[in-house]
């Protein structure tokens, strides 16, 4: 199997996500002038970026992201969209993406499985789970027909689904501690010694939430495959 990837920086790249799954994901990296493609190959990843959603002229291949995305899951590829991604994926099926009137959510974050979560393909043992967060933008009302999974106590929407293959997450299962500790250095958030150190103490947690999660992502792009899912979005 292929996944294509989409890279929207160089500081948010794949991190955990390249190593659990393996040798299979192609980059695509549009800030560097690669074509952000029309299709997917057998999955696809959109991955965060300091960018808003809607800030098409500061980056401008998200329009083609979201048409990507849209794509994707009205073909039943399987996708997972994170944070910037999430939002994205959001906004191409007419939910609202803002800025959050909570303020940034960052560190290491407590977030909890819905009802929904219970027999979802991905999330089915998340639980009370911690997750890496770094955002302001949130996904303030969901696509119709996304089934809600995760919530969180500084801003509800976290993790939903949309048709039978793909997830958003508004958070970043894929961050390591040294790619937080990178965003927090360039941001010069005050608090940035306690956000590093309270994410490098969550390592072991959050790679046994996540990595089952991409490796069950994994399974859903090997049992699909190509073909598209009649009726189901």
């Known amino acids: 199997m292929r996944i294509t990837v989409i890279e929207h920086e160089a500081d948010a790249p794949l991190g955990y996500l390249g190593g659990w799954l393996g040798p299979v994901c192609d980059v695509v990296r549009p800030y560097l002038g690669e074509e952000v493609p029309s299709r997917a ?3 696809l990843i959109v991955l965060g970026g300091e960018a808003a959603a809607w800030e098409d002229e500061r980056c401008p291949w998200l329009p ?3 048409d990507l995305l849209a794509r994707s899951v009205e ?3 399987p ?3 994170i944070c910037l991604g999430a939002q994205l994926m959001t906004l191409a099926f007419g939910g609202t993406v803002e800025r959050g009137g909570a303020g940034l959510e960052v560190g290491a974050c407590e977030v909890v499985a819905l009802p929904a979560a219970a027999t979802d393909p991905l999330l089915s043992g998340a639980g ?3 997750a890496v967060q770094y955002h302001q933008d949130v996904m303030a009302r969901l696509p119709e027909g ?3 999974l995760m919530t969180g106590a ?3 929407n976290q993790a939903y689904r949309l048709g039978e293959a793909a997830w958003a997450v508004q958070f970043h299962p894929e961050a390591t501690p040294e790619i937080f500790t990178s965003w927090t250095t360039a941001s010069g958030i005050d608090s940035a010694r306690e956000l590093n150190a309270a994410v490098v103490a969550a390592e072991e947690a959050l790679v046994a939430t996540w990595r089952p999660m991409a490796e069950a992502f994994g399974r859903v792009i090997l049992d699909l495959g ?3 899912i009649q009726g189901m979005y």
């Open 79 to 81: 996708t997972l969209a």
């Open 64 to 66: 083609a992201t979201r």
């Open 154 to 156: 500084q801003y509800p």
């Open 75 to 77: 073909e039943g590829t």
């Open 226 to 228: 190509r073909e598209p």
């Open 146 to 148: 996304a089934v809600p």
């Open 41 to 43: 190959a057998d999955g």
């Open 128 to 130: 009370t789970a911690v």
